[in-house]
């Protein structure tokens, strides 16, 4: 018999090899099929093995990978709301817009476009921030739906330092024309990606806060990064 289930906590090649050798070890299990892009993995066994004794094998309850079977993570997901579900972005978004905006209030006069440059210096360094904490998962998720890492994996190890660079960039107000049309252009290529895995309704788990949290891909990280483009393009409309 054969069962699919989902399998979340791999990085890289080795933590694939690892999790299949493990479950192999299992009494029951002749053949492994996983996959760390779809986070699944399916199992032919010659008898029912409890997922608790599959997840005992990869490391307990307490360990980086974790297994459950595709009706538990259904009705997972369909108990969290949509708050729940996209809490942790949606809390960046308003630290970020907050201590900005805190910043225009000490002025005389609030000024939108230094707000604009203030609040994409905070996305980029605090975005390229989550990143580099798993720089390797980060690369490994990226490269299953960026357009640029899907053909040069080493773009996502390149990325989030473009990141830290273009915050950088907008918090010194450096070569405003340069930095805006980097942006422009680097979140365009970005999006493509982002917009073909929404419309192909493919359940893949979006990098844009690194691998620390559990965030889908969707209509929100589109909205996410077309923000960031129409930011860009404003500030480009100030030097043309």
Partial sequence: MTQTYRLTGMTC???EKSVKQKL???SGISNVDLSRETESVTLTTDKHINVSDLQQAIGGEGGKYKISSLAEDIESEQTRSWFQTYKPILLVFAFITGI???VQLTQPQIDYMEWMRHFMAGFFLVFAFFKVLDIQGFASSYAGYDIIAGRFYNWGFIYPFIE???GLAYLANLNPLLTNSVTFVVMSLSIVGVIQSVLSK???K???LGTG?????STVTIIEDGLMICMSAAMLMQYL
Avoid: Y
Wanted: aromatic fraction near 4%; proline fraction near 4%.
């Fill in 24 to 26: 192999l070890a299992v």
């Fill in 213 to 217: 949290f559990n965030l889908p891909m």
């Fill in 164 to 166: 830290i660079a273009l």
């Fill in 100 to 102: 900005t905006l805190v």
């Fill in 13 to 15: 090649g080795n933590c």
């Fill in 202 to 204: 493919r359940k893949i």
């Fill in 206 to 208: 979006c990098a844009c």
